[in-house]
């Protein structure tokens, strides 16, 4: 049948985009849990950087773009990971552990779906319109700990800005220190209609409700901050932290930007280190809406809006500051002064 055109204009408007969003990190988030949980050595593999994927993050590539496609043809998908590692005779062990997994949750697709909808996700971006930005696992690393954390990461990038993010968390409480049994998180955020939180796969806790950022004069400045040495300056973090005499929670992925964005943390802070390309649009499109959306304000390090619109990388800005807003300011001019005063090497 024909679609009219009001059908197809109706689907593409936030709410549905929205919905279809929240649907497909839920799906996935069960799978990485799942995968979490039975995970054997033969699951990871190294790719060609040396950074480590697992069949868990293969398997939420698969089950976000699968069903994004099917409710959004019309907004290309960015992923982080591609599947040629799946394909030919050398991929097929892994490629059925992969299956093994989406199946839990996705019972009816076949591997040739599931190769499909891995590399239907190679959308390269730019500055006009809109596409997803998918990271299926972020902090491959913490999922790899034993107590870390990680988040499936769905944003939306519409002419060059983060407008809507997703964030799986299963591994987060739904409160800080409370109840065990409510763990996991699925965060929403579209900026400019808030921010919620609701649990990922606790009935008891599966209502929306909406979350801010910390309000108020003089807060106190929490930073949130990779948990990776490899992933930041350590040094140059560390003294600005104390020149603002903040308190540090370290955690892998974009779990920080939804400390942030609930008010538990004050601050999300990347000290990069040096990487000519910077960073990929992936590992912050999702956060960044969230948190923006939560009322918070993120920009990169020297005070510049971030800027989505050049491509697989945030080529044009230096790290990341996200704040609860009212310390922006402050924040940045002590920033500022340590690069006065520990000039970067060339
Ligand atoms: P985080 O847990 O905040 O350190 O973020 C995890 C993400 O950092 C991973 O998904 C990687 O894509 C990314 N990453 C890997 N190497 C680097 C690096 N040298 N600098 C910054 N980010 C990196
Ligand atoms: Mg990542």
Redesign the pocket.
């Known amino acids: 049948m024909k679609e009219s055109a009001t059908t197809r204009s109706a689907r593409g408007t936030w709410s549905n985009l929205r919905r279809t969003a929240v649907e497909a990190v839920v799906v996935a988030s069960e799978a990485t849990r799942v995968a979490h949980d039975t995970f054997s050595a033969g699951d990871e593999v190294a790719k060609a950087d040396a950074?480590p994927v697992t069949i868990a993050d293969y398997a939420a590539q698969a089950l976000i773009c699968h069903r994004l496609l099917e409710a959004h043809p019309e907004v290309p998908c960015m992923g982080?990971e591609e599947a040629s590692r799946l394909r030919g005779p050398a991929g097929e062990e892994l490629l059925a552990r992969v299956a093994e997994i989406v199946r839990t949750v996705e019972p009816t697709l076949s591997h040739a779906q599931i190769l499909e909808a891995i590399d239907a996700a190679h959308c390269k971006g730019g500055a006009s319109g809109r596409f997803w930005a998918i990271?299926p696992i972020?902090?491959?690393?913490?999922f790899l700990k034993r107590n870390g954390q990680w988040a499936v990461a769905l944003g939306l990038v519409e002419d060059g800005a983060a407008r809507l993010g997703v964030l799986g968390c299963p591994a987060l409480p739904l409160e800080p220190g409370t109840d065990p049994s409510a763990t996991g998180v699925v965060f929403v955020g579209v900026v400019g209609e808030g921010a919620y939180q609701r649990g990922l796969n606790n009935s008891a806790h599966n209502e929306e409700r909406e979350i801010h950022v910390a309000r108020g004069e003089n807060l106190p400045l929490i930073v949130a901050?990779?948990?990776?040495n490899?992933?930041?300056q350590g040094n140059r973090t560390a003294r600005i932290r104390e020149a603002i005499q903040a308190r540090m929670i370290p955690?892998?992925?974009?779990a920080?930007y939804a400390l942030l964005a609930r008010g538990e943390a004050t601050v999300y802070l990347?000290v990069?280190?040096r990487?000519p390309e910077g960073?990929?649009l992936?590992?912050h499109v999702a956060g960044v809406a969230l948190v923006e959306a939560a009322g918070g304000r993120v920009t990169d390090l020297r005070g510049k809006a971030l800027d989505f619109s050049r491509g697989t990388h945030i080529a044009s800005n230096h790290g990341i500051l996200g704040t609860a807003g009212p310390p922006h300011e402050t924040i940045l001019a002590a920033i500022e002064a340590d690069y006065a005063a520990h000039p970067p090497h060339h």
């Open positions: 950074s982080e990271d972020d902090g491959t690393k913490g901050e990779s948990a990776e490899e992933h930041k955690m892998d992925s974009q920080k990347r990069p280190v990487r960073e990929t992936w590992d």
